[in-house]
């Protein structure tokens, strides 16, 4: 499929025409070109119409979508209808009691995956030339990531930069995806695992690795290994463990861990924060793996150890940003600002809890 792109201002409106040409290639549309013309306001480059077709097509429903980009319903549908009105496309066909994307539609998503990547990478070079940054900026992160990491970077941005809004929203990493998708945030931080859904060839992300973090073990004060620094899997094998259920991230890097060194572990209880888990410790109910980069938070009778051995464990952490605008001025420093945070933290958090 070729794409090519065109522009033109509108008289002294501030309205610019982007003509976007689309080799479309199904054998339906018989390989005919066709000019789709969407009228920008301002000052967007990309007609939000656009985003919220596509924030659609990963939704599925208008109500998601609604709720995704913090449109209402009603405002979601007008907008998708006059997309279809202004392209002279069937975009949308009734499913049920709710709409699907028609051929065309996805067609059209699809191919929109290079235009979207294109201006993000014009931004960014636009940005960097100028020495300019946006005036909003939004990130995303899993629970850990959000209170060790972006909190941190927000408060220096706003430091730094104070005309700059700085947003962070806690999410799940599926989440953070859609968000990117939906232009609500502009940088996410997850764990690598927790992506699997969406490659690294995926055409709508990079992705950028931040650190390896590493899981401790945390076990009861009165525990017999608690005056060492170290301790290995299979000295703890016997153990009651605390993990999270079946499915999870942390489950399936608690069970790669055993797996590795050829033992099954004995799971005592189930926990999903940290902070739970730490609790569950703490109460001399059993003991567990914490992140480096999660803090005990000065929990009474919980001891971290380094895990030693054949295996040991780690989570990655990535940041993910929309495909083509990682060379954003703003983006970059960020990326500079979380990594040096994220080993500061891992080279002082034994010192802390120990």
């Given at each position: 499929?070729?794409?090519?792109?065109?522009?033109?201002?509108?008289?002294?409106?501030?309205?610019?025409?982007?003509?976007?040409?689309?080799?479309?290639?199904?054998?339906?549309?018989?390989?005919?070109?066709?000019?789709?013309?969407?009228?920008?306001?301002?000052?967007?480059?990309?007609?939000?119409?656009?985003?919220?077709?596509?924030?659609?097509?990963?939704?599925?429903?208008?109500?998601?979508?609604?709720?995704?980009?913090?449109?209402?319903?009603?405002?979601?549908?007008?907008?998708?209808?006059?997309?279809?009105?202004?392209?002279?496309?069937?975009?949308?066909?009734?499913?049920?009691?709710?709409?699907?994307?028609?051929?065309?539609?996805?067609?059209?998503?699809?191919?929109?995956?290079?235009?979207?990547?294109?201006?993000?990478?014009?931004?960014?070079?636009?940005?960097?030339?100028?020495?300019?940054?946006?005036?909003?900026?939004?990130?995303?992160?899993?629970?850990?990531?959000?209170?060790?990491?972006?909190?941190?970077?927000?408060?220096?941005?706003?430091?730094?930069?104070?005309?700059?809004?700085?947003?962070?929203?806690?999410?799940?990493?599926?989440?953070?995806?859609?968000?990117?998708?939906?232009?609500?945030?502009?940088?996410?931080?997850?764990?690598?695992?927790?992506s699997d859904t969406y490659g690294e060839d995926d055409p709508r992300f990079e992705q950028r690795v931040l650190l390896d973090d590493p899981l401790d073990v945390i076990i009861p004060a009165d525990h017999p290994l608690a005056s060492r620094e170290?301790?290995?899997?299979?000295?703890?094998?016997?153990?009651?463990?605390?993990?999270?259920?079946?499915?999870?991230?942390?489950?399936?890097?608690?069970?790669?861990?055993?797996?590795?060194?050829?033992?099954?572990?004995?799971?005592?209880?189930?926990?999903?924060?940290?902070?739970t888990h730490i609790a569950f410790v703490g109460a001399g109910l059993g003991v567990g793996l914490l992140p480096r980069l999660a803090p005990l938070h000065g929990a009474d009778n919980v001891v971290r150890l380094r895990i030693t051995g054949k295996t040991k464990p780690t989570r990655r952490i990535i940041a993910a940003v929309r495909r083509g605008s990682i060379a954003s001025p703003l983006i970059q420093e960020s990326l500079g600002i979380l990594q040096v945070n994220a080993?500061?933290?891992?080279?002082?958090?034994?010192?802390?809890?120990?």
């Amino acid at each position: 499929m070729g794409v090519a792109l065109a522009m033109r201002a509108r008289g002294a409106t501030g309205m610019v025409e982007v003509v976007v040409l689309m080799r479309l290639g199904s054998q339906q549309l018989q390989q005919k070109r066709k000019i789709l013309r969407i009228t920008l306001h301002n000052g967007c480059m990309i007609d939000p119409r656009l985003i919220t077709l596509r924030v659609f097509a990963r939704c599925g429903t208008v109500g998601a979508t609604a709720e995704l980009t913090g449109y209402s319903p009603s405002a979601v549908s007008a907008q998708l209808r006059e997309l279809q009105r202004v392209l002279g496309m069937q975009l949308l066909t009734k499913d049920g009691r709710g709409v699907r994307l028609t051929a065309t539609g996805r067609f059209l998503v699809e191919g929109s995956d290079t235009l979207i990547a294109e201006w993000e990478s014009l931004r960014a070079a636009a940005m960097e030339a100028g020495d300019q940054v946006q005036s909003r900026f939004g990130l995303g992160g899993f629970s850990t990531a959000a209170a060790q990491l972006l909190a941190p970077l927000a408060a220096t941005l706003r430091s730094t930069r104070p005309l700059l809004e700085v947003q962070v929203l806690e999410a799940d990493p599926a989440r953070c995806f859609d968000l990117l998708v939906a232009e609500r945030i502009d940088l996410a931080v997850i764990v690598a695992m927790q992506s699997d859904t969406y490659g690294e060839d995926d055409p709508r992300f990079e992705q950028r690795v931040l650190l390896d973090d590493p899981l401790d073990v945390i076990i009861p004060a009165d525990h017999p290994l608690a005056s060492r620094e170290t301790a290995t899997l299979e000295e703890l094998a016997s153990e009651p463990w605390i993990t999270e259920s079946a499915g999870s991230t942390y489950h399936s890097l608690f069970t790669a861990a055993f797996t590795a060194v050829g033992v099954t572990p004995r799971i005592a209880h189930e926990a999903v924060e940290w902070e739970t888990h730490i609790a569950f410790v703490g109460a001399g109910l059993g003991v567990g793996l914490l992140p480096r980069l999660a803090p005990l938070h000065g929990a009474d009778n919980v001891v971290r150890l380094r895990i030693t051995g054949k295996t040991k464990p780690t989570r990655r952490i990535i940041a993910a940003v929309r495909r083509g605008s990682i060379a954003s001025p703003l983006i970059q420093e960020s990326l500079g600002i979380l990594q040096v945070n994220a080993n500061r933290i891992l080279t002082s958090r034994l010192d802390e809890d120990l």
